[in-house]
């Protein structure tokens, strides 16, 4: 199988404080990969820098086998790899169908001239997304009336807008109803086959993860505590003693 993100002996500190220490991580092409943890452990902030947000210290961070550590986060997000946020990055000003035209705006630079002007079959696309997670009969809503959950997935459907290969994603279920939340797992998974877009998943919800992930890995203090199948991790003592202890 195809490793499309390859992390290897990734160091990140903010001020002498370690949040990634020597971390090796393999995405699967065309796999849902889970990343889980505690509070602190540098979940986010590896996230962080595989989309460019800040430098790493020293390791390697390769897309597609181009070493892309040294990125700045837009031209990885052209290259492929978009991450959505633990709190919702929307226009809440502007209706459904908007977000989604401007999100694809941004991406490509081609359409930024043309901010009154889309083309039709950008909005068909944006309409047929809408659809496609649940928002369609909100799409000329102003997004900032909608619930939480539904402006995560607004802010996942944007995110599909720009077509990415990788889709990180940092706490997709958090804040949401728990009765959104299987139509949400639902959606993921859709994403993954149909459209053929790879997910790595930070979430605390461990039924989410079990149910979602092909394969997971566990941070804790900032290092790499585990990594297997679903069932491997659900068994694994390390894991397992880190949650207890984290509690």
């Not at 430098?55 to 390697?60: F, H, K, L, Q, V």
């Not at 081609?110 to 083309?119: G, H, I, N, S, V």
């Not at 728990?178 to 959606?187: M, Q, S, Y």
């Amino acid at each position: 199988m195809n490793k499309i993100i390859q992390v290897r002996g990734v160091n990140k500190s903010f001020g002498g404080v370690i949040a990634n220490r020597n971390i090796s991580i393999d995405v699967e092409e065309g796999k849902i990969t889970g990343l889980i943890g505690p509070n602190g452990s540098g979940k986010t902030t590896l996230f962080n820098s595989i989309v460019g947000y800040h430098p790493i210290d020293s390791g390697t961070i390769h897309f597609e086998n181009h070493e892309i550590s040294k990125f700045r986060v837009q031209k990885i997000a052209r290259l492929g790899v978009l991450r959505t946020f633990q709190q919702t990055r929307i226009y809440s000003k502007m209706n459904c169908v908007k977000n989604m035209l401007i999100s694809a705006a941004h991406h490509n630079t081609k359409l930024m001239d043309m901010f009154t002007q889309y083309p039709q079959e950008l909005t068909e696309r944006a309409e047929k997304l809408l659809e496609f997670v649940g928002l369609y009969g909100k799409r000329f809503l102003i997004s900032g009336d909608l619930s939480f959950g539904q402006q995560k997935l607004l802010e996942f459907a944007m995110a599909l807008m720009n077509e990415p290969k990788v889709l990180l994603l940092d706490e997709p279920t958090a804040g949401i109803n728990p009765t959104l939340i299987n139509g949400l797992i639902d959606r993921l998974k859709r994403a993954n086959y149909e459209f053929g877009i790879t997910l790595f998943v930070i979430e605390h919800n461990m039924r989410v993860v079990m149910n979602l992930a092909d394969s997971i890995y566990c941070l804790a203090h900032g290092e790499m505590l585990a990594h297997g199948t679903p069932d491997e991790i659900k068994q694994d003592q390390k894991v397992i003693d880190a949650y207890l202890g984290a509690h």
